[in-house]
C-alpha cells in the first residue's frame, strides 16, 4: 500500500495481537496485516468480530472489563506466542455509560497492560488522542509530547485516556525492555471515519460560539492507520502527536467547504445543550465546545523524527476530503 | 446580449444583424421541428420584429432620445453586464461567516494570514500617520540580524502598542521584516480579539511560542510587564512594573538573540484607567478596567485616544560572547533584565519631556 513501508522480510513475521478490533483502527490494521506478505497471524481479541474479518484471523471473544480479564488475556497471548500488542479497544466518541466507559478504558487497559507484562509481549501499541492535553487558552499554539496532560475536568473520557496515559508512563518506566508507545492523534477525518467530531461538521450550517475563531488540524484517515502501522513495525517508544500539516481557522474551514456558520454566544449554547449534551456524551457541552474557543494545537516534530510520520494529507486536503465525502452522500 | 448598442445609431448595421439572427433562428426552429416534432410557436412571419422582444422593436424609444431613456439604456446594459451567480456568491461568502470576507486559504503556523494583513494595512496606516501621529527615532539602531527580541513598555487594555510598534519596524526598518508580537492571555479568552490578532501576526505570549518564532528566524515583540503592565492605572503610567516572567532574556541569551529595548510614548495614555476591580474580575473571569469612558459610553469607550506617539529604539544589547553556562545563572540573568528595564525606563525618561502635551 504504501512505498514508505519497511523492506519486506521473508521469514514468518511474529503474530499481531489486537484488542478492540471491532473499533475503525482495529479493522482496518487487520486487514493491513492481512495484506502483507507473508502475512503475520493476526490474532483478535474483542466481543464481536467485524464479518469481513471472518475467518482471516484467530479471533477470542473477550470481555476486557472482566475481573480475569487480565489472566484471560495473558494465557491468550502467551498461546499465541504473540510478540506484538495494539490496544485499541476505546470508544471513538464518548459513551454516555460513564461507569462503563471508565471499566473498558481504564480497567480494560489496565488488564491489556498487565497481561502484556505477564506473557513476554516485546512491544505495545495504545491508540490515545491528542484530546487528552485539552483545549485551554493558556496552551502554547503547539503541543509538545512533554506537555502536562490537562485534561478538561468535564470530559469524562478524556480523563480516563489521561489515567491510561500515565498507566502506560509508569507501566514503561518498570518494564525498560518493552517498547510502550501511545499514539496521540489530533482529530481524524476522511471519507470513511464517523465520529463525533465528523458530524458536527456535516451540516451545510455549522454552530460556532461567537467570536472565537480558533486554529484547528486534522489528520486523515490513511494517514492514522499509516501511523498505526509504523508504530507497529518500528521501535519506537514514547508517545507521538499526530496531526496533518498546517493549520486552519475554522473560518477559514468553513468557508473552503462551502458552508455557512452559525455564530452563538458560548454562555448562552453552553446552557441551552446542557442537557442534550448530558444526555448523549455523558458531558457537558463545554467538553466539546471549548475546542472551537481555545488553542488546541498539537507539534509532530517527534513522530517525523523517531517514528517516521510523514503525513500524505495536509489539515486542508484532509478537512476536503471528508467534505467532498460526504457531500457526495448527500449531507450538504 | 447582442442588442447593447442603441437601436436608434447605425440603421444598416442592425438591419443586417437581424437578418443574420432571424435566418439562424428560423433554422433551429426547423430543425427542432425535423428532430423532434416540436412546434411549440407559430413560425416567424417574414420580416416581423416583434420576436426578437421589445428592445429591437420600440419604435418609440428611437424617436425621442430623452435623458431618462439614455440612463434607463445604460442601467438595463449595467444589470444585463451582471453576473447574478457571482454576485450572490460574494455576498453569502461576505455574509455568512462574518468576518471571514478576503482571508486566504492559507496560513502560517501561528495563524498570520497575509491577505487579511494586507487589507488590514489601510487602515494600520491610517492609524499610524493621523490617528497616533507616530514619531519613531533610534530605528538605525535596530540591527539586521536574524533573531531579534523587541522589548517595549506596555499599557491600554488593547495591544495597540504591539500593533503600531510592529507597523513601525516594518515600514521603516531597511529589511522590511515585520516583527510579531506576543500578546497577554488574557486576550485568548476575549471574544473577537484573539482571531484577528492572530490572523495579524501576534501570538500568544509564552515561552515555548517566542522560542519557537526565533528558532525560526523571526523578530519578536515582548512586553515584559505583562498584564501589570496592561492594567496599570493612569497615575502609574511611563512607571515600568516588575517584568513578571522575565523569561526573555535567558531565551535571548540560548538563542543569541539581540534585544532591542524599546520606549513607546503616548500608548500610556490611550485608556486612562481609573481603577480595575477585583470583584469584577472574578465575575466575569476577565478583567474589566474602569475608564472614564468605558463602561459609561459601551462600546465607544473601546475608541482609544488619539493621542501623539513616539516611538524610541535603543541600543541592543547582544549576547554572542556570553558563556553557556552563565544563561542559566540567576544572577546574571537578573542583572540583565533589570539593564533591560533600566534601559527603557531612561528612554521614556527622555522622551517624555520632549512632547508640550499629550496630543502634540
Known sequence: MSARRAPRSVEPRPPVAITGVGTFTGAHIAERLLEQSPPP????????????????????????????????????LEKERCETVLHAAFFTDPCPDLEYSHELEVVGSLHVINASAASGVRKLVVTSSAQVYGPHPDNPNFLSEDHALRPQ???????????????????????????????????????????AITRRFESARVVTLLGY??????????????????????DAPGAFNLAGDGVLPLSTLLRLAGKSSLPLPHPLLYRATYLEAIARTGDPPA?????????????????????????????????????????????? | MSDAKPPAEGGPIRSEALAELRASVRALRGELEQRFGIRDTPPPAPDSVDDFGPELAAPAAQTSPGWFEGIGRRLRARLEDLDVVKLYEALRERVSIPGAADVSAEVDEFGLDERYLLRARGWLDWLFEYWWRVQVSGIELVPDADRVLFVANTAGI???DALMLAHAVERLHPSGRRPRPLVADWLATLPFSQSRLARMGAVRACAENAERLLLADQWVIAFPEGQKGALKPFRERYRLQRFARGGFVPLAARLRAAIVPVAIVGAEELYPILFEPRLLRRLVGVPVPITPTFPLLGPLGIIPLPSQWRIRFGEPIWFD???????????????????????????LEEELPRRRSIFS
Open chain 1, 213 to 234: 475563531d480558533p486554529l484547528l488540524q486534522f489528520l486523515h484517515e490513511l494517514d492514522w492507520l499509516d501511523a498505526v502501522e509504523l508504530a507497529l513495525e518500528r
Open chain 2, 158 to 160: 488593547l495591544p495597540w
Open chain 1, 153 to 195: 475536568r468535564s470530559a469524562h473520557s478524556l480523563r480516563d485516556r489521561a489515567e491510561v496515559e500515565g498507566l502506560l508512563r509508569i507501566f514503561a518506566q518498570r518494564h525498560r525492555a518493552l517498547v510502550v508507545t501511545s499514539l496521540r492523534p489530533c482529530w481524524i477525518v476522511g471519507p470513511s471515519y464517523e465520529s
Open chain 1, 41 to 76: 497471524r493476526v490474532v483478535a481479541l474483542d466481543l464481536r468480530l467485524p464479518r469481513r474479518l471472518e475467518g482471516r484471523v484467530r479471533f477470542h471473544r473477550v470481555d476486557l472489563t472482566e475481573p480475569t480479564a487480565d489472566s484471560i488475556v495473558a494465557e491468550i
Open chain 2, 321 to 347: 560572547d556570553v558563556a553557556p553556562e552563565r544563561v542559566t545563572d540567576p544572577l546574571y540573568v537578573n542583572r540583565t533584565r533589570e539593564q533591560v528595564r533600566g534601559a527603557i525606563q531612561a528612554l
Open chain 1, 287 to 332: 467538553a466539546l465546545l471549548d475546542y472551537l474557543r481555545f488553542l488546541w494545537v498539537v507539534d509532530t516534530r517527534r513522530a517525523r523524527e523517531e517514528l517516521g510520520f510523514d503525513p500524505i494529507y495536509t489539515t486542508k486536503e484532509a478537512w476536503m476530503s471528508l467534505v467532498v465525502a460526504r457531500k457526495l452522500r448527500g449531507y450538504r
